[in-house]
């Protein structure tokens, strides 16, 4: 069953500490992205990466940081300095990553609160 | 850069009414256009998207979408409502290599029996 799969569901940080959500996929797409969903302003790009070993900031890249070691794999790590953590991740993956037409399929999401 | 608009961050239609959710694109260069629908606490799933080629887009679940490239605008309608449709919906443009996309805010429909 092919998919973009993300854990946790449900996470909850202290202040001050680094946390890193994971999202795996098995389409064997090339290309990954990570975006930020808070209420009433869509999605916002926090980074993505066209290839293994290669990543670019997107849009809201502060306080965040990324790794593409492997093709399936593109983990996100919210760190301390991230001031206002608490949202809904999303992360997507398209055949490649350079090409307009692609259709982005997106993972069920990780809801991170900070406490 | 290409931006998106979508007109009314709540839409409540009635089962069996027309839906209209509205959406408007600016873009330097010939946009490509997706639809996608989010239930909540999942992500997004696509609807339809247009590329090139014929300007009315059918998706799935009954939905539909116009290319109207003078009015700059990706309308998505459907005939009839059902109660499953209850959704935030959701318009996006891409341009460029990068396939960055830019997504609109979000309309939320309501569908009420």
């Known amino acids: 069953d092919g998919g973009i799969t993300q854990s946790p569901k449900y996470l909850f940080r202290k202040e001050g500490q680094n946390v890193t959500l994971s999202c795996e996929q098995n389409l064997n797409h090339d290309a990954m992205y990570w975006y930020r969903q808070d209420p009433g302003q869509g999605l916002r790009l926090i980074y993505y990466s066209q290839i293994v070993n290669d990543f670019q900031k997107g849009d809201i890249a502060e306080g965040y940081s990324v790794s593409r070691e492997k093709k399936e794999s593109f983990p996100l790590t919210v760190t301390s300095a991230q001031k206002n953590p608490t949202a809904f991740y999303l992360c997507?993956?398209?055949?490649?990553?350079?090409?307009?037409?692609?259709?982005?399929?997106f993972g069920p999401g990780t809801r991170l609160t900070v406490l | 850069a290409q931006s998106v608009t979508q007109l009314g961050s709540h839409v409540s239609v009635s089962e069996g009414a027309l839906v209209l959710l509205r959406c408007n694109y600016s873009s330097s260069v010939p946009p490509y256009l997706f639809w996608y629908v989010q239930y909540p606490n999942q992500g997004l799933q696509l609807l339809l998207k247009y590329t090139t080629g014929a300007t009315l887009v059918k998706g799935i679940n009954g939905f539909e979408a116009e290319f109207k490239k003078s009015e700059t605008s990706f309308h998505l309608t459907k005939p009839s409502a059902h109660m499953s449709d209850a959704a935030e919906y959701f318009c996006?443009?891409?341009?460029?290599?990068?396939?960055?996309?830019?997504f609109g805010a979000g309309t939320r429909l309501t569908v009420k029996p």
């Open positions: 997507a993956s398209s055949i490649r990553g350079g090409g307009s037409t692609d259709t982005q399929y």
């Open positions: 996006a443009v891409s341009e460029g290599e990068n396939n960055d996309m830019r």
